[in-house]
């Protein structure tokens, strides 16, 4: 009976053990909660309902809740979920919070989240965020930086899940995050990235300034469009009064001069997988890697023009094979009028931007054609080539280079030949700047 008693002891006191530990947990995690209600008392009210912690190193905060001062809506979440690898992990972020001290690593993650499309939110984020690619809204009246013109595309609350996660690694050299935001409707995004770390993170007050004087080592990112592009052309080709198909050239027009406007020209893979991206709207993936002593300037230095032209950008559109991805650096283009409809372009006019590396983006099986008309083609003028399309051409270009294919389109800008390269078939723009001689079959 008394070895019975003794068992009956232990387990009791293992019991008020966990149940005081769990409180101790419980009341740290609200005194964190506490102190960042009270910084926040000015721009509003933070309240949550529960704390919950378990055994494997989790706590959960449920109904998260900040309603924000002279205004009416709110911003909701279910639940938020903070992770550690294990209890005694966990026990020590506390306590490295306590100190404002950076934890060696911690999971975070929200689900059910609630943010509403208007002011004081659009003014908190106003320029600082942007859910979708670069330019999106070029030719139209859309910025996306801006949170209330989502209001233009029908959306008023934005329904929220993601996570976010870092580790600090290689001895505290190197930093890994990791980020997944699901936002319905709009877009799912995925991202991940390493930094070399050239000041330790340790006070939480001084982790903005060792991030901006970290260097990129590797990043991947993936967009999977939820609807936001169909809502956006819709919107802009009905704002202008286009058809889809006159929308979107005046779009990629308008996105070209954007990026000359930052000092860049991406080349002609990365305008074909958009305007592929564009005519249907699925998912973009991104991905760099590069080592020290290649490893771009500071983030605090950072800038686009100086960093994407050095970078090896892999690309893939849904489930492609990856493409190399390039940008030159070019002098900035005078900045352009972007909101209002663009008067149609004469036919002769060149692009906004020449490929400064135009041979390196044509495959090298186009390049081996002999540089006079072979037998069985014949030369015609560029300006007919509206009468071909569908049909095999080749064309030579400025630089003595040739390219063929199947010609599938023509605009006031370019031809567009569909290619068969080591990639797989890829629709390729080439300015009318670009084109000596245009060749089809002799029928003859």
Same mark, same amino acid.
């Given at each position: 009976m008394r070895v019975g008693r003794w068992i009956i002891a232990i387990?009791?006191?293992?019991?008020?053990?966990?149940?005081?530990?769990?409180?101790?947990?419980?009341?740290? +995690? $609200?005194?964190?909660?506490?102190?960042?209600?009270?910084? /926040?008392v000015l721009a509003g009210r933070l309240s949550w309902e529960r704390i919950l912690i378990h055994p494997r190193g989790e706590i959960h905060i449920s109904a998260v809740?900040?309603?924000?001062?002279?205004?009416?809506d709110l911003l909701r979440i279910d639940a938020v979920t903070f992770r550690s690898q294990n209890l005694a992990q966990l026990v020590r972020a506390l306590q490295d919070f306590e100190r404002n001290e950076v934890p060696r690593g911690i999971l975070v993650s929200l689900r059910g989240g609630r943010l509403p499309v208007g002011p004081p939110f659009n003014?908190?984020?106003?320029?600082?965020?942007?859910?979708?690619?670069?330019?999106?809204?070029?030719?139209?009246?859309?910025?996306?930086?801006?949170?209330?013109?989502?209001?233009?595309?029908?959306?008023?609350?934005?329904a929220i899940d993601g996570q976010f996660h870092y580790q600090i690694? +290689? $001895?505290?050299?190197?930093?890994?995050?990791?980020?997944? /935001?699901?936002?319905?409707?709009?877009?799912?995004?995925r991202a991940r990235a390493r930094l070399e770390l050239d000041e330790p993170l340790s006070s939480i007050h001084e982790v903005a300034s060792a991030l901006a004087a970290s260097r990129l080592l590797m990043a991947e990112l993936d967009l999977h469009d939820l609807g936001f592009?169909?809502?956006?052309?819709?919107?802009?080709?009905?704002?202008?009064?286009?058809?889809?198909?006159?929308?979107?050239?005046?779009?990629?027009?308008a996105w070209r001069r954007a990026w000359a406007e930052q000092g860049l020209a991406p080349d002609d893979i990365a305008e074909s997988a958009y305007r592929t991206f564009l005519n249907q709207p699925g998912s973009i993936s991104l991905a760099t890697r590069t080592a020290p002593p290649q490893a771009p300037a500071r983030l605090d230095d950072f800038s686009k023009a100086a960093a994407l032209p050095g970078?090896?950008?892999f690309l893939r559109i849904d489930e492609s094979t990856p493409v190399a991805l390039r940008f030159a650096a070019i002098t900035p283009a005078r900045p352009a009028r972007l909101t209002e409809p663009e008067p149609p372009a004469p036919a002769q006019a060149p692009v906004v931007r020449e490929s400064p590396i135009a041979p390196e983006l044509i495959d090298p099986t186009t390049q081996a054609l002999p540089v006079v008309a072979p037998s069985g083609w014949r030369g015609v003028s560029p300006a007919s080539a509206n009468q071909y399309i569908n049909q095999s051409v080749r064309l030579l270009l400025h630089d003595e280079t040739w390219a063929s294919g199947r010609l599938i389109a023509v605009d006031e800008q370019a031809l567009y030949l569909e290619i068969r390269s080591r990639h797989g078939l890829l629709t390729r723009p080439f300015s009318h700047a670009r084109i000596d001689r245009f060749y089809v079959r002799d029928q003859g």
């Open positions: 387990i009791c006191l293992l019991l008020l053990a966990a149940l005081a530990g769990h409180f101790y947990l419980a009341r740290q +995690v $609200e005194s964190q909660l506490e102190k960042l209600a009270s910084q /926040l809740r900040f309603e924000p001062r002279d205004a009416r003014d908190w984020m106003d320029g600082r965020v942007s859910p979708i690619l670069p330019h999106a809204g070029a030719g139209c009246d859309f910025d996306a930086r801006r949170l209330t013109d989502l209001n233009r595309l029908d959306y008023w609350e934005l690694v +290689v $001895e505290g050299e190197q930093l890994d995050m990791g980020m997944r /935001l699901a936002v319905g409707q709009l877009a799912d995004w592009y169909e809502r956006l052309h819709s919107h802009c080709a009905q704002a202008l009064e286009l058809s889809r198909e006159r929308w979107l050239e005046q779009h990629l027009n970078l090896d950008i």
